[in-house]
């Protein structure tokens, strides 16, 4: 079987490590797999690239902070290829560029627009395994581009994609993925199976396990997903479609992402196009927004609220500003002190007494519900950050998520 | 003018120094001028990457090496560039791949087999300074191959050439030619002009400012170059074509090269190919052979000593015990505690006494000559390595260095 490997950076941290990941990938290998490992770069490496950064010069071009960075998974990349060569394990490092990673141009944020699989599977043909560099491609231009947060992930189950690889593998420092956050709940309990769905709205809302956009690859291209720990041995969690919707759970899971800012536009104008004028303004700066609300009107004039990573916080001000004016909006307000907390079932569509229980048990808790979402199979909800760790234990307990089959 | 300018490693330590260097190049190009930047990677970076490669698996291949080692310069072009944007002049980062470094396919010691300037003079047209990274090109299968020593060097000339550049300057932390390296010798004197060929010898010889493949190229192509101190204003040598011989000094500088090891072949055949058959086998594994001695006949059998870089000498030792038997020899010695002393001078060819006037020098210091060799413009002897720092400072007082066309 063709099996794509991915690892972080926590686990090729040192020669080490990156040492015993070329133990697995070889254990593997000898069981009669091909096998492509995408790695990251040595964990440390990037913050240690980005201060350098920092120090020679603010606000660098995101295109030369790309060509910086890139190195990092080159880096890690062909140490791990020397050390599969050192247990006799032909082995060839490829930039991600070599590996037929083709993006777009957006410098940080880069798309993965194909796969040219041309020189991979010659690699392979020869008895190689492949180690490639992820977070990066090539731009039609040349350039290299790398692909932001997730990158790596994305990386893995794209070259999984294109090469048709029987299964997934990303390995991590957790050993899959959790009813909740086990470092807030001590009665967490780890997934066998989750659907490509479930884990996308978990991996959406802050179990970072594993990137959405990645899910979001894998759930487009059907690739079987596996959660493992790289550190310790054990199935993981299977990220595939599950066809019998009704046995799922009600509730798989409670996820949380405690880095939620919101910010605020009032008295903006009520006339169409407005809210699609500060929006597009956003896309462009390549700003997600998540949940978006409307008030009510008020004399033709409304409010409009939204909520963004609070890493995005400056760069979401700064646009909102530039067109505050266009929008006639009377002022701009924001609060970097937020925190979401959102329960994944993919049996939840048939349960509508769910969304329910969980502001119930908020309530109950004193905890105050700024800003509500629901999809058909979660529920968000905005609080204070402060009350985010409660929050999580009480809504896992409230749901019965300690329990198998809860 | 079109400058290519070369910082080596101690020039870009550390980001104070990026940024001092940033500030002298914005310098040139607010004097009007066009220029390339050719960086090295980070001093230190190179040998703490060697250092991670060995930890994570013995005599890894020379290809993966090249992967690795690649990222030094390509972080060092990146931060440069971003320095040069935070002094508000416009600048571009270009791997040497992206820079249109076409080399050949010898993994760690590659050689340049030309440059694609399309993209270098696209990004100088549009008013940019390009800085790239030194020391490594593309093979043609788009495989990164670095250039071996000197290899940042050989960049900027042949980028300079290349480009038809004014000038290629290399700063380096020395300001200029001495006529001995004034660490050895405290009446040294900076030379204002060599010409190419002297520099060459005196690259060869050790003289460390500047690898005599860079002065090889940029002697074939006309390439002006000037070496001076990166730390300090300066005019520095400037490296041309000499037309006045004849007044030319008789020895410009003494040279020395404190790590020459010697090999030897004893009783070898004396048949015809014997000779060619031994340095074919070095030049396959890409070992530099600098002096031969072929020995007296005795009963058709002869012996052959050849001196090599201390560094490969056990690769050299290796190569010629595998083919030992082949070329009938009887045993392999070696000495790894030599040194090579040179006097180099352009005017050397109209003055046959030279050559007797440096053996007599050194005899009289009781220095002992291991070996001769001699060229129109330079006579080389190799002496024991402990006598090597005396004989320098013999000879630069017996050739009177000290004085100004001395």
């Given at each position: 079987?063709?099996?794509?490997?991915?690892?972080?950076?926590?686990?090729?941290?040192?020669?080490?490590?990156?040492?015993?990941?070329?133990?697995?990938?070889?254990?593997?290998?000898?069981?009669?797999?091909?096998?492509?490992?995408?790695?990251?770069?040595?964990?440390?490496?990037?913050?240690?690239?980005?201060?350098?950064?920092?120090?020679?010069?603010?606000?660098?071009?995101?295109?030369?902070?790309?060509?910086?960075?890139?190195?990092?998974?080159?880096?890690?990349?062909?140490?791990?290829?020397?050390?599969?060569?050192?247990?006799?394990?032909?082995?060839?490092?490829?930039?991600?560029?070599?590996?037929?990673?083709?993006?777009?141009?957006?410098?940080?944020?880069?798309?993965?627009?194909?796969?040219?699989?041309?020189?991979?599977?010659?690699?392979?043909?020869?008895?190689?395994?492949?180690?490639?560099?992820?977070?990066?491609?090539?731009?039609?231009?040349?350039?290299?581009?790398?692909?932001?947060?997730?990158?790596?992930?994305t990386t893995a189950v794209a070259l999984a994609a294109a090469l048709g690889a029987g299964v997934c593998e990303i390995y991590t420092d957790v050993d899959g993925v959790y009813t909740a956050d086990p470092r807030l709940v001590a009665e967490a309990r780890k997934l066998d199976v989750v659907s490509h769905d479930e884990m996308l709205e978990l991996a959406s809302l802050g179990a970072v396990v594993l990137h959405p956009r990645a899910v979001e690859l894998a759930k487009l291209y059907g690739v079987p997903l596996v959660v493992r720990s790289s550190f310790h041995d054990g199935p993981g969690t299977l990220i595939k479609e599950v066809g019998d919707m009704e046995k799922a759970a009600v509730v798989s899971g409670v996820a949380h992402d405690a880095n939620v800012a919101k910010i605020g536009l009032f008295d903006v104008e009520d006339r169409p196009g407005i809210a699609s004028r500060i929006f597009q303004e956003l896309a462009r700066e390549n700003i997600n927004v998540d949940m978006i609300i409307q008030g009510a009107m008020r004399d033709g004039r409304n409010d409009i609220a939204f909520t963004v990573s609070r890493d995005d916080l400056p760069r979401a001000l700064e646009a909102v500003r530039n067109i505050q004016h266009q929008v006639g909006a009377k002022g701009v307000t924001y609060d970097e002190g937020l925190a979401k907390i959102s329960i994944v079932g993919a049996g939840m569509v048939s349960f509508p007494g769910v969304a329910a229980a969980m502001f119930e048990g908020l309530a109950q808790a004193g905890i105050n519900i700024a800003m509500i979402s629901t999809s058909e199979i979660k529920v968000s909800c905005v609080i204070q950050r402060a009350d985010i760790e409660r929050a999580v234990r009480v809504l896992h307990l409230k749901f019965g998520l300690e329990k198998p089959g809860g």
């Open positions: 079987m063709l099996i794509v490997q991915k690892f972080g950076g926590s686990s090729v941290a040192d020669p080490a490590r990156i040492a015993r990941v070329a133990g697995r990938v070889k254990k593997v290998v000898l069981d009669g797999n091909q096998v492509v490992v995408v790695v990251s770069a040595m964990s440390d490496t990037t913050d240690e690239l980005l201060a350098l950064a920092q120090e020679v010069g603010r606000d660098p071009s995101p295109r030369e902070v790309d060509m910086l960075l890139a190195t990092g998974e080159q880096v890690s990349c062909a140490l791990l290829s020397m050390a599969l060569a050192a247990l006799d394990c032909p082995a060839v490092s490829l930039t991600g560029g070599q590996a037929g990673i083709r993006t777009d141009g957006v410098h940080g944020k880069g798309k993965i627009v194909g796969v040219d699989t041309k020189r991979l599977v010659s690699e392979l043909q020869q008895g190689r395994t492949v180690v490639v560099a992820g977070f990066q491609g090539l731009d039609p231009g040349g350039e290299i581009v790398t692909l932001g947060r997730g990158g790596s992930d």
